[in-house]
């Protein structure tokens, strides 16, 4: 039968042989690899969409490691807080050769949120040379359980009624913390 047709019905009949195989590919092969590449790109897009929102995930995950560590660091216990407060902080001044006054009046906080919380500042004032009270200064910043350093103020005043210089810096320092 094919060669009993001419030239021209031999390229029509091929022609419609290769649209059938054509079309065969199409539906068993390449709709599924079209499909799978047109997912592929939704896919893509979902996966950026929600990298984008999850990417501040960690940066939100360090900053709140970073303050509940500084809130733990401001926390101090509520029963017998200046008795322990008081002994803690001249054991510190004590062991660097630095004199100490404990200032009974609280400073007072203006913000009410902060009184209701629980937050308080203690004045100390300290008495010595200038290395000791670096070194005093240090060993606050570093210990836990007292609060955290607020405000400090390091002068040299002298005794009144003397015009001689002693060599002694006053250092006024507030404990801000809060009670628990």
Do not use: C
């Not at 001249?90 to 100490?100: C, D, E, K, Y």
């Amino acid at each position: 039968m094919w060669k009993n047709l001419d030239h021209q019905k031999k390229n029509w009949v091929l022609m419609v042989g290769m649209v059938a195989l054509l079309y065969i590919a199409y539906v068993f092969s390449l709709k599924h690899t079209f499909e799978a590449m047109r997912l592929n790109r939704q896919l893509k897009k979902e996966q950026s969409a929600a990298q984008s929102e999850d990417s501040t995930f960690p940066q939100v995950s360090r900053k709140n490691t970073f303050y509940a560590n500084a809130l733990k660091s401001y926390q101090v216990k509520k029963e017998d807080r200046e008795n322990r407060l008081w002994q803690t902080v001249s054991g510190m001044a004590s062991a660097q050769n630095v004199q100490v006054n404990f200032s009974t009046n609280t400073q007072s906080v203006t913000d009410t949120i902060a009184l209701q919380q629980g937050m308080v500042a203690q004045q100390f004032t300290f008495k010595g040379n200038y290395f000791n009270l670096v070194k005093l200064l240090d060993t606050l910043s570093k210990s836990t359980g007292i609060g955290k350093i607020g405000e400090m103020k390091l002068s040299d005043k002298q005794e009144l009624g003397t015009k001689e210089k002693t060599g002694q810096l006053t250092l006024q320092l507030t404990l801000n913390a809060l009670e628990k």
